[in-house]
């Protein structure tokens, strides 16, 4: 199910915001996709990102693939748990978050609800 | 995808799930239940693979074998009926054609299997040399052949589970025909390219997606194109268009023994025995965390550029990130070498090749 406590972008990333922080993740779907995550680069404390720029690299065991971020901002902190335990993010990806970043700059509009995110994924899964 | 060629078992993936992407103009699954479960079944019992879009080349005539020898660096003399050998195929610069296995059905025929994204170019590059031959035929038979690679140390098990009638192939790089398995009539060679014992079974298409169910009933796990590169990744078997390609040589690549200077000629042998390959092929395991995988640069501890991966991932048998690299001879020497993944230097251990090597026989 898709949790409603959070926003979700047209790239299957989850975005929780509470006051001026963004924590960031992958939806289930996205895990899905990617398969059997083996690695996560993830961003430094004090790492300035752009808005669509790249935020973390998740690498799969078959490819590399970007997290893009949603908002402008500053990296105030990365999940080190994924360090040794990238597999949370297929096991777990609406707890697993990969960072919370201090926004300066943010486009709601780009950010989908519940319902507009499950009509998306349902649009992919036909596809797929 | 709506433009890929479909094997005869396409439908059979859709019903077991796999997750389908286009790879070399095939639509094939690149997964079903998951990369890593799926390659641990092939290391530890037994997965099922399509094959079906590998190519298959039909060499007959008299003068097959010495065609054979002209195209290929490997020695065909000494081949017996009933026996495969794996050849590098190359250019007269030492470049690589393509690399296959060629299967002995008599004196006068030969079934080469290829790749699937080289099958033309090889058909082509057999039969502009066939035409010096008096009587050599190479004929594209890939649209009348299904393959299915049954993989893992209970393979055996699988097959007698589907039933089979006539004895299995004694030795590795065998094959027996109309061997009759699960019904079908197929022939059946103990090869691979997974690192662990198993066969490929050749059939008609319209006998492969009832096999390929038995098979899966009798315990078999489907195994998609994700796995089968990590398998072979971790046996470190070459992949054309990464290990070998139009300009890497068999030489560099590792494959030594596969090339037989002795013969008195073929193809490219001029240039391997003049020129000494200028690099080489050694594996890495990263010290650093991150995963490399292929075209990232090679530096030495001085930051010189000494090569390039050509391959790089998760080991899953391993539990470590490893890559396959061509490096300079020099740089082949040293014990730490630096692979650059956007912008980083990872510290990376030269290990020696092959990373894994099974037990099971």
Not at chain 1, 75 to 97: F, H, I, Q, R, Y
Not at chain 2, 192 to 215: C, M
Not at chain 2, 286 to 302: F, K, Q, S, T, Y
Request: net charge negative; charged share 25%.
């Amino acid at each position: 199910m898709i949790p409603n406590d959070r926003k979700y972008t047209k790239d299957h990333e989850w975005v929780m915001i509470d006051g001026d922080m963004a924590t960031v993740g992958l939806t289930d779907f996205a895990q899905h996709m990617l398969g059997d995550i083996v690695f996560v680069e993830l961003p430094q404390p004090g790492d300035s990102v752009e808005a669509g720029g790249r935020l973390a690299v998740v690498e799969s065991v078959k490819a590399a693939s970007d997290v893009l971020s949603v908002p402008a901002g500053e990296v105030v902190e990365s999940n080190t748990a994924l360090e040794d335990a990238p597999e949370k993010l297929n096991s777990d990806p609406w707890g697993a978050w990969i960072a919370r970043v201090r926004v300066t700059t943010l486009n709601e509009e780009t950010l989908l609800n519940q319902d507009a995110y499950a009509a998306l994924v349902k649009v992919e899964e036909e596809k797929a | 995808m709506q433009d890929a060629r479909h094997t005869p078992l396409y439908e059979c993936h859709l019903r077991h799930g796999g997750k389908m992407v286009a790879f070399g103009g095939w639509a094939l699954p690149v997964q079903y239940a998951g990369i890593l479960a799926e390659h641990t079944a092939v290391r530890e019992a037994c997965g099922l693979f399509d094959v079906s879009h590998m190519g298959e080349i039909m060499l007959t005539g008299k003068d097959a074998p010495a065609l054979l020898n002209d195209l290929c660096t490997n020695d065909f003399t000494s081949l017996e009926t009933g026996r495969c050998r794996y050849s590098p195929m190359c250019y007269p610069d030492g470049g690589t054609v393509d690399d296959l296995i060629v299967y002995k059905l008599d004196e006068a025929k030969y079934l080469v299997i290829v790749n699937a994204s080289n099958c033309e170019k090889d058909c082509a590059w057999m039969r502009e040399h066939a035409a010096s031959y008096k009587d050599a035929v190479p004929e594209n038979i890939s649209a009348g052949v299904a393959q299915l690679a049954l993989q893992g140390p209970a393979f055996r098990d699988a097959l007698s589970r589907v039933g089979v009638e006539g004895g299995l192939p004694g030795k590795p790089y065998a094959f027996v025909e109309k061997m009759k398995v699960g019904g079908a009539i197929c022939l059946v060679s103990t090869t691979g390219y997974t690192g662990e014992p198993g066969v490929e079974i050749y059939l008609q298409p319209k006998d492969a997606p009832a096999l390929f169910d038995a098979l899966v009933a009798a315990g078999a796990l489907p195994c998609g194109l994700g796995s089968r590169d990590t398998l072979r990744f971790e046996a470190s078997m070459p992949l054309y268009g990464h290990e070998l390609d139009r300009d890497i040589t068999p030489l560099e690549a590792g494959l030594k023994s596969f090339v037989k200077l002795h013969k008195p000629d073929f193809i490219g042998k001029a240039a391997l025995a003049e020129s000494p390959p200028q690099r080489r092929r050694i594996g890495l395991e990263l010290l650093d965390r991150g995963v490399a995988r292929e075209n990232c640069p090679v530096l030495d501890a001085e930051g010189r550029a000494v090569g390039r991966t050509t391959s790089g991932g998760f080991a899953p048998t391993l539990g470590k990130n490893m890559a396959m690299a061509l490096v300079t001879h020099e740089a082949a020497e040293q014990d730490k070498l630096f692979i650059e993944v956007r912008g980083r230097r990872l510290a990376a251990g030269r290990v020696g090749l092959p990373f894994y090597k099974t037990a099971h026989k």
